[in-house]
Each structure stands twice: as structure tokens, then as C-alpha cells.
T-cell receptor, first 110, second 117 residues
Framework: EDQVTQSPEALRLQEGESSSLNCSYT??????LFWYRQDPGKGPEFLFT???AGEEKEKERLKATLTKKESFLHITAPKPEDSATYLC???????????FGTGTKLQVIP | DARVTQTPRHKVTEMGQEVTMRCQPI?????VFWYRQTMMQGLELLAY????????DSGMPKDRFSAEMPDATLATLKIQPSEPRDSAVYFC???????????????FGDGTRLSIL
């Protein structure tokens, strides 16, 4: 059974204080690993897809990386508007089903 | 930007009543997913469709939940009878599921917040 574990559950940063969120996964064969951002009262918003170990994707202050067992979401010089819950999900080869982690709630303090 | 549309956004009803939630997927997407999100469990997959055919509904309590896609522009999730433990946010997502291609992301609506009294 596919499993996704995210850590930490919650993270509080000062504005400008860079950090990383972790997503550890177990899947029979990786078809794709996804990062989403979720704001209160909203649905998850797609950020990145990573397909193979060694791949990296960037968007503004966010950079996602992938190894065979985990993915990191690096946040460089975060701003208060980066405050949200970040979700990681994996899709196994041959399946449409996506398994989500429980998320990391990020709070960036001005 | 194209978006998944869900209605209603909020629903409060009494235990035992029928609840119907609707979803309009993004035009051209051929897979539709229903999720339930709670503080305790996070996002749980209830059911999903590909080309309007149900592929997996093993996440749903079969005795009270049903999911259908009467046409390509509408997906419905029904609960009958509803129970207080069904209170949660229900999300619909759509995507492009193409056999043999790398994973395609799902795009979510803003959910239906359901409260069963």
C-alpha cells in the first residue's frame, strides 16, 4: 500500500528565514510525486510534479527536489503570503489513484 | 484559468436527510475524483471516474454513499441517509488520465463544507 508521511506537522518561520519541508514516501513504482498548497477554505492548488529521482522544479521562492525515498520543498526567504498548508502526494505506476500526506502547516511571521 | 466548480459551497442539514453535492470538472479532463477532508484523516479518496466510468469507489461507505457522472460536465456525490460523522469538506478534482503517460496533476474545486446536525 502506498504511504506518504510529511514532516513537520507545523512550522513557524520568521519572514526571510529559509527552511525545508519533508515528504517521505513508499510506492511500488513512482508515476509522479505532486506538491500542492492549500489555503484555509480553499481546495488544494497544484504546485509541482516530479517524476524521477534527481529532478528539481522551481517556482518563485519554492523549490521541490526528489530522491528515491523522499521529496523536499525548500522555501527560500519566505514571506507571510507563503503561509498555507503544503500537501505532498504520490501516484503509483499503472494507477490513477493518488495518495496524499496529511500536510505541513506553514506560518510565516512578519 | 479553467477551474473545477463545486456546489453548494456550504450545506447544513439534519441527520437522515439526503445530501447531493455537484461538481463541474474542467472541460476536456477525463478523470474525476471525490475526496473527503477532515482534520483527523486528511484527504481521503472516496471514488474516481475515468471517461465517466467508475474505476474505484472502495473508499465510500456503499450503503449510504453513491457517486455518478450522468454526463461529462457533471459529477454528483450523494449521501442518503446522512449521519453526523459525515460532516467534513468534500472536494472534487479533475485531471487528464492518459494510459501510459507520466502522472498528470489533479485540479481541485474549493469544496463543499457539509455539517450534519
Amino acid at each position: 500500500e502506498d504511504q506518504v508521511t510529511q514532516s513537520p506537522e507545523a512550522l513557524r518561520l520568521q519572514e526571510g528565514e529559509s527552511s525545508s519541508l519533508n515528504c517521505s514516501y513508499t510506492v511500488s513504482g513512482l508515476r509522479g510525486l505532486f506538491w500542492y498548497r492549500q489555503d484555509p477554505g480553499k481546495g488544494p492548488e497544484f504546485l509541482f510534479t516530479l517524476y524521477s529521482a534527481g529532478e528539481e522544479k522551481e517556482k518563485e521562492r519554492l523549490k521541490a527536489t526528489l530522491t528515491k525515498k523522499e521529496s523536499f520543498l525548500h522555501i527560500t526567504a519566505p514571506k507571510p503570503e507563503d503561509s498555507a498548508t503544503y500537501l505532498c502526494a504520490v501516484q503509483a505506476t499503472g494507477y490513477q489513484k493518488v495518495t496524499f500526506g496529511t500536510g505541513t502547516k506553514l506560518q510565516v511571521i512578519p | 484559468d479553467a477551474r473545477v466548480t463545486q456546489t453548494p459551497r456550504h450545506k447544513v442539514t439534519e441527520m437522515g436527510q439526503e445530501v447531493t453535492m455537484r461538481c463541474q470538472p474542467i472541460l476536456g479532463h477525463n478523470t474525476v475524483f471525490w475526496y473527503r477532508q477532515t482534520m483527523m484523516q486528511g484527504l481521503e479518496l472516496l471514488a474516481y471516474f475515468r471517461n465517466r466510468a467508475p474505476l474505484d469507489d472502495s473508499g465510500m461507505p456503499k450503503d449510504r454513499f453513491s457517486a455518478e457522472m450522468p454526463d461529462a460536465t457533471l459529477a454528483t456525490l450523494k449521501i442518503q441517509p446522512s449521519e453526523p460523522r459525515d460532516s467534513a469538506v468534500y472536494f472534487c478534482a479533475s485531471g487528464l488520465g492518459v494510459q501510459g503517460r507520466d502522472g498528470q496533476p489533479q485540479h481541485f474545486g474549493d469544496g463543499t463544507r457539509l455539517s450534519i446536525l
